[in-house]
């Protein structure tokens, strides 16, 4: 982290320097707006701090130069007492905040802070639009934090190497973007073809994997190719394939010791060459060991293992990941990009957020249409005690919101969310219908 001091006084220089260095920032200090000129670049990443009054040129002047080389570029003014009508026209004119004399350290802390965390939301967003204006269908992996710049690091090393990949997370971490990162990282040229295991019913698997001719089955009227076939020479993406049927498993296995298919009604064998990447939120291990899933399918596809952190594990990225899913929303509905205040943004990095990413990227597209009835998605909370509310509607309220929690974390997926929930799929719809939940929603 850096930061530019602009400080004629030089014993304030000098305490004001040590405050920084101390909070972590290295510190280019001038006695001068004309000497500080110099290091002022619209790639800068870190912040300015000066004051108002300084000899020659002011720290007036000096915010106009930095408006015109980069408006986002945050300039903190420190001012007198008497000038703090002055320092309320520089934030007019562009300054993020100001100080007033004499200031405290964690006062000086504080706003140095909020506005590198700015400073770096801008330039991360800015990158991201570079890389998606360069290459529009490559997903990003949003965020700095320790968790995702491991993350990068692995994807960066994985993707050349062609080995086949497991994927664990949570429903809704981003296992499908991930994948789609290492696909795009790597030198297949073929399709990426993505397979929800969870979603086919048994009695299509097979077809809709392996293809048949004409006449293998009632209904086959026409030779059709499988999603196996369709990905040679490209990625075979296997979602939540701890739900693919056991005798399915098999099947898998052998073509991928064998590199080779058969077409449902076939005889022919078909040379393939994919690279499967399988995720799962289950243990696999564990589903093997119970006897639900084939140790040796395990074995095969888990060469190399990513695990990919929940949203809690990687709170720091939530400001970053709000600024994307809502700029990228409001550009698709042809909206203005809504603003927060600090405290809303310590409310959501707070919040459990128990669908992870896509729960947050579903709340950011509310926020931009203006349909979120609360600041913040808090934590579900117990019906309070004084309430005005019945208790039959209180009880009817709590359970409402735990559905519809529970709704955004599967993605609206209803199967799922009352196999999670522990109720049968028509108790669920029914309660959807009472709620008036369902519109909009997967079923």
Same mark, same amino acid.
């Given at each position: 982290?850096?930061?530019?001091?602009?400080?004629?006084?030089?014993?304030?220089?000098?305490?004001?320097?040590?405050?920084?260095?101390?909070?972590?920032?290295?510190?280019?200090?001038?006695?001068?707006?004309?000497?500080?000129?110099?290091?002022?670049?619209?790639?800068?990443?870190?912040?300015?701090?000066?004051?108002?009054?300084?000899?020659?040129?002011?720290?007036?002047?000096?915010?106009?130069?930095?408006?015109?080389?980069?408006?986002?570029?945050?300039?903190?003014?420190?001012?007198?007492?008497?000038?703090?009508?002055?320092?309320?026209?520089?934030?007019?004119?562009?300054?993020?905040?100001?100080?007033?004399?004499?200031?405290?350290?964690?006062?000086?802390?504080? %706003?140095?802070?909020? &506005?590198?965390? !700015? @400073?770096?939301?801008? /330039? +991360?967003?800015?990158?991201?639009? =570079?890389?998606?204006?360069?290459?529009?269908?490559?997903?990003?992996?949003?965020?700095?934090?320790?968790?995702?710049?491991?993350?990068?690091?692995?994807?960066?090393?994985?993707?050349?190497?062609?080995?086949?990949?497991?994927?664990?997370?949570?429903?809704?971490?981003?296992?499908?973007?991930?994948?789609?990162?290492?696909?795009?990282?790597?030198?297949?040229?073929?399709?990426?073809?993505?397979?929800?295991?969870?979603?086919?019913?048994?009695?299509?698997?097979?077809?809709?994997?392996?293809?048949?001719?004409?006449? %293998?089955?009632?209904? &086959?009227?026409? !030779? @059709?190719?499988?999603? /196996? +076939?369709?990905?040679?020479?490209? =990625?075979?993406?296997?979602?939540?394939?701890?739900?693919?049927?056991?005798?399915?498993?098999?099947?898998?296995?052998?073509?991928?010791?064998?590199?080779?298919?058969?077409?449902?009604?076939?005889?022919?064998?078909?040379?393939?060459?994919?690279?499967?990447?399988?995720?799962?939120?289950?243990?696999?291990?564990?589903?093997?060991?119970?006897?639900?899933?084939?140790?040796?399918?395990?074995?095969?596809?888990?060469?190399?293992?990513?695990?990919?952190?929940?949203?809690?594990?990687?709170?720091?990225?939530?400001?970053?990941?709000?600024?994307?899913?809502?700029?990228?929303?409001?550009?698709?509905?042809?909206?203005?990009?809504?603003?927060?205040?600090?405290?809303?943004?310590?409310?959501?990095?707070?919040?459990?957020?128990?669908?992870?990413?896509?729960?947050?990227?579903?709340?950011?597209?509310?926020?931009?249409?203006?349909?979120?009835?609360?600041?913040?998605?808090?934590?579900?909370?117990?019906?309070?005690?004084?309430?005005?509310?019945?208790?039959?509607?209180?009880?009817?309220?709590?359970?409402?919101?735990?559905?519809?929690?529970?709704?955004?974390?599967?993605?609206?997926?209803?199967?799922?969310?009352?196999?999670?929930?522990?109720?049968?799929?028509?108790?669920?719809?029914?309660?959807?219908?009472?709620?008036?939940?369902?519109?909009?929603?997967?079923?």
């Amino acid at each position: 982290m850096q930061a530019i001091l602009v400080e004629d006084e030089a014993p304030l220089r000098l305490a004001t320097t040590q405050t920084l260095e101390l909070g972590g920032f290295t510190v280019h200090a001038y006695a001068s707006a004309e000497q500080a000129q110099g290091a002022l670049d619209a790639a800068f990443d870190g912040v300015i701090v000066s004051d108002v009054r300084l000899p020659g040129r002011s720290g007036l002047d000096l915010l106009a130069q930095v408006v015109a080389l980069d408006a986002e570029l945050p300039m903190i003014m420190v001012t007198g007492h008497g000038d703090v009508a002055m320092a309320v026209g520089a934030m007019r004119a562009g300054a993020y905040d100001f100080i007033e004399k004499p200031f405290g350290a964690e006062r000086l802390m504080d %706003a140095v802070r909020r &506005a590198q965390e !700015r @400073r770096s939301l801008v /330039l +991360e967003n800015r990158r991201l639009k =570079t890389a998606w204006a360069l290459h529009p269908d490559t997903p990003q992996l949003v965020g700095r934090s320790d968790a995702i710049e491991r993350l990068k690091v692995l994807v960066r090393n994985i993707a050349p190497a062609g080995v086949d990949i497991l994927i664990h997370g949570q429903t809704g971490t981003g296992k499908e973007v991930v994948a789609r990162l290492i696909h795009a990282a790597s030198a297949r040229k073929g399709n990426f073809v993505a397979i929800n295991c969870g979603a086919l019913p048994e009695s299509v698997f097979e077809s809709e994997m392996f293809g048949h001719e004409a006449g %293998a089955f009632t209904g &086959a009227h026409k !030779r @059709r190719i499988g999603k /196996l +076939e369709y990905a040679n020479g490209g =990625t075979l993406f296997l979602d939540e394939i701890e739900s693919m049927p056991m005798a399915l498993q098999v099947k898998l296995l052998r073509v991928l010791q064998e590199r080779q298919l058969e077409r449902l009604g076939g005889n022919e064998a078909i040379a393939v060459n994919f690279r499967i990447i399988a995720a799962s939120k289950a243990d696999l291990l564990e589903l093997s060991n119970e006897g639900r899933f084939r140790e040796d399918l395990y074995y095969r596809i888990g060469v190399a293992t990513i695990d990919l952190p929940r949203l809690n594990e990687r709170r720091d990225d939530i400001a970053l990941l709000m600024a994307h899913f809502t700029q990228d929303a409001a550009q698709r509905y042809g909206r203005a990009a809504p603003q927060w205040s600090s405290e809303q943004m310590s409310q959501w990095q707070a919040a459990e957020w128990p669908g992870n990413v896509r729960e947050l990227r579903n709340f950011a597209e509310r926020l931009v249409l203006g349909i979120v009835a609360t600041p913040a998605p808090a934590s579900v909370a117990a019906p309070l005690a004084g309430s005005a509310l019945s208790l039959p509607q209180q009880l009817d309220a709590y359970e409402r919101e735990l559905i519809s929690r529970k709704l955004d974390a599967v993605d609206g997926n209803v199967a799922t969310a009352a196999d999670q929930l522990g109720v049968p799929r028509k108790t669920l719809y029914d309660k959807l219908k009472k709620y008036q939940l369902a519109p909009g929603r997967k079923m």
